[in-house]
T-cell receptor
Framework: AQSVTQLDSQVPVFEEAPVELRCNYS??????LFWYVQYPNQGLQLLLK??????LVKGINGFEAEFNKSQTSFHLRKPSVHISDTAEYFC????????????FGKGTKLSVKP | GAGVSQTPSNKVTEKGKYVELRCDPI?????LYWYRQSLGQGPEFLIY????????DSGLPNDRFFAVRPEGSVSTLKIQRTERGDSAVYLC??????????????FGPGTRLTVL
């Protein structure tokens, strides 16, 4: 069965430090990859997505992610975080040829401390 | 423009009762999805509509759950004989195309359902 694994449930970092949130997936078919962010008391918001082409994808708020097919990973990075980045981040996979339902990881809570 | 809206934002009910959760998608979006997010988990797919028809309902946990989208816009998720295990945040999303296109799904704020 296809699955998405987010290896860290919580990531505490200090403001202006770099951060990497890890995501691995298992699938025998082609995939499209997404990162969503959920701020406290808000809905899921798309951060970035990989559909095809360049494996390095840039998103909103200075985030970027790199698709690595051989390692089946799609890690999210930001070189310098802000307090306002405190939120929960979800990695999701859309299977090629599927009807469109996303498969989500369990999420990573990013806490940025001053 | 207006995003996906869901009503109510919170719903508290008693075990055994019937509930309806409503989703208003972004205008013009043909695809509509329902997900359920339990505490500490990521969203889990329930059902997907393309237009008025349910294209994939494989995520519905049992026959107590049912969803409709009669005019291809607003959708209602219906839960009969609610159980405490149904307590979760129910998320609705919509996208322009759906189907096999890798379309961005836009999510609503969710309805938090609590079954006492």
């Amino acid at each position: 069965a296809q699955s998405v694994t987010q290896l860290d449930s919580q990531v505490p970092v200090f403001e202006e430090a770099p951060v990497e949130l890890r995501c691995n997936y298992s699938s025998s078919v082609s995939v499209y990859l997404f990162w969503y962010v959920q701020y406290p008391n808000q809905g899921l918001q798309l951060l970035l997505k990989y559909l095809s082409g360049s494996t390095l994808v840039k998103g909103i708020n200075g985030f970027e992610a790199e698709f690595n097919k051989s390692q089946t990973s799609f890690h999210l990075r930001k070189p310098s975080v802000h307090i306002s980045d405190t939120a929960e981040y979800f990695c999701a996979v859309l299977l090629g040829g599927s009807q469109g339902n996303l498969i989500f990881g369990k999420g990573t809570k990013l806490s940025v401390k001053p | 423009g207006a995003g996906v809206s869901q009503t109510p934002s919170n719903k508290v009910t008693e075990k055994g009762k019937y509930v309806e959760l409503r989703c208003d998608p972004i205008s013009g979006h043909t695809a509509l999805y329902w997900y359920r997010q339990s505490l500490g988990q990521g969203p889990e797919f329930l059902i997907y509509f393309q237009g008025t028809g349910a294209a994939d309902d494989s995520g519905l946990p049992n026959d107590r759950f049912f969803a409709v989208r009669p005019e291809g816009s607003v959708s209602t998720l219906k839960i009969q004989r609610t159980e405490r295990g149904d307590s979760a945040v129910y998320l609705c999303a919509s996208s322009f195309l759906g189907g096999r296109a890798p379309d961005t799904q836009y999510f609503g704020p969710g309805t938090r359902l609590t079954v006492l």
